[in-house]
C-alpha cells in the first residue's frame, strides 16, 4: 500500500545536501541533522514496504491491519539488537517524523471533513508513532530505559511495551522460523539501485553514502532465506511523494520525491553524531 497517506504538494526548492563520489561511502556516523532525520524515515518507509513484500513473498498470515503489522516489522527491523547509537537515532528519528506529519495532517484536518481520513487504511500518524515508540522503549535495551524516562512514562506505561515489544518480536521469529536462513544456504537477495536522476542528485547521494537501506538489508538477508530476489528501487515520480511494494515485479518502489519531503519535514537541528 502506498506509504504516505496524505501527499503534500510543497518539495524542498533547494536541496542542500551535496552528493559524492560514485563509489564512496562515508561511515555511517558521518550522517547528522536533517540528513540524519531523512535517512532515518527514508529507511522506516523502505522496510515498511519490504515488509509488505514479506508478507507476500513467505505468505505469512496477518490478523487485522496490514499496515500496521508492515509498521511493526519495519521497527522491529529497525531496533539494534546491540546497542548502537546511531542505529536507534535512526528509528527515532522515523518517530519524530510521524509526530511532525501527525501535526501537519491535524492542521490539515481542521480545513476540510475528516471523512476520507476516517476510511484511510493506514491508523493515524500519532498512533505510528506511538506505536513505534513504544516498541522502541519496550525494547528492554539500557537505551529504551532511558528514553522512557526522557518523556515521562510511568513504569506501568513502559511494562505495556515491553509486552508489546515481546509480542511483536516473537510473532514475527514464529512466522519467519521455516524460512531461517542456515549457515552457507542460498535465498533471494535484495538489490538496491538508484536511479540517476539530475533533479535528485542530492538525495541519491545521501541514500547512497549513508548506507543504511544497504546494511538493513544486509541483515535482513542474512536471516531469512527469500524464495526470490527483490529489488529496491529509488526513482523519480513525477512529483508524486510515495513508496510502495509492486508484487508484480517483486520490486519496492521509492520516490525520490518521498526523500525530498523528509528533507523537508526535518523539525529539529540534531548536531550529535554517532558512536557506532
Ligand atoms: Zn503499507
Not at 509492486?246 to 537541528?269: G, K, M, N, S, W
Amino acid at each position: 500500500m502506498p506509504f504516505v497517506a496524505v501527499l503534500l504538494a510543497v518539495l524542498l526548492a533547494t536541496p542542500a545536501l551535496a552528493a559524492g563520489p560514485e563509489d564512496e561511502v562515508a561511515p555511517l556516523q558521518e550522517t547528522t541533522g536533517a540528513g540524519l532525520f531523512t535517512v532515518g524515515n527514508t529507511l522506516f518507509a523502505v522496510l515498511h514496504e519490504l515488509a509488505h513484500g514479506l508478507i507476500a513473498e513467505l505468505d505469512l498470515p496477518i490478523l487485522g491491519n496490514e499496515e500496521t503489522a508492515a509498521d511493526s516489522i519495519a521497527a522491529l527491523l529497525m531496533i539494534p539488537s546491540e546497542p548502537n547509537p546511531f542505529r536507534r537515532r535512526l528509528i527515532l528519528a522515523a518517530t519524530r517524523g510521524w509526530a511532525t506529519s501527525a501535526d501537519i495532517a491535524d492542521d490539515a484536518d481542521a480545513q476540510k471533513s475528516g471523512a476520507s481520513e476516517f476510511w484511510d487504511i493506514h491508523v493515524r500518524d500519532i498512533d505510528r508513532y506511538r506505536a513505534t515508540l513504544c516498541l522502541l522503549v519496550g525494547s528492554d535495551t539500557r537505551a529504551g530505559r532511558a528514553l522512557a524516562a526522557r518523556i515521562g512514562m510511568n513504569e506501568s506505561d513502559v511494562d505495556l511495551c515491553r509486552t508489546a515489544y515481546a509480542n511483536a518480536d516473537e510473532a514475527f521469529e514464529r512466522l519467519t522460523a521455516p524460512f531461517r536462513r542456515r549457515k552457507g544456504a542460498g535465498g533471494g537477495r535484495i538489490e538496491v539501485v538508484y536511479d540517476d536522476d539530475p533533479a535528485f542528485q542530492a538525495e541519491r547521494g545521501l541514500m547512497r553514502r549513508a548506507g543504511s537501506v544497504r546494511r538493513a538489508i544486509a541483515d535482513l538477508t542474512a536471516r531469512i532465506a527469500l524464495p526470490n530476489d527483490l529489488t529496491v528501487h529509488f526513482t523519480a515520480c513525477d512529483g508524486g511523494i510515495n513508496a510502495w511494494w509492486d508484487p508484480d515485479t517483486r520490486t519496492v518502489e521509492v520516490c525520490y520525491e518521498l526523500v525530498a519531503y523528509y528533507e523537508d519535514l526535518a523539525p529539529f537541528d540534531e548536531t550529535a553524531g554517532g558512536e557506532e
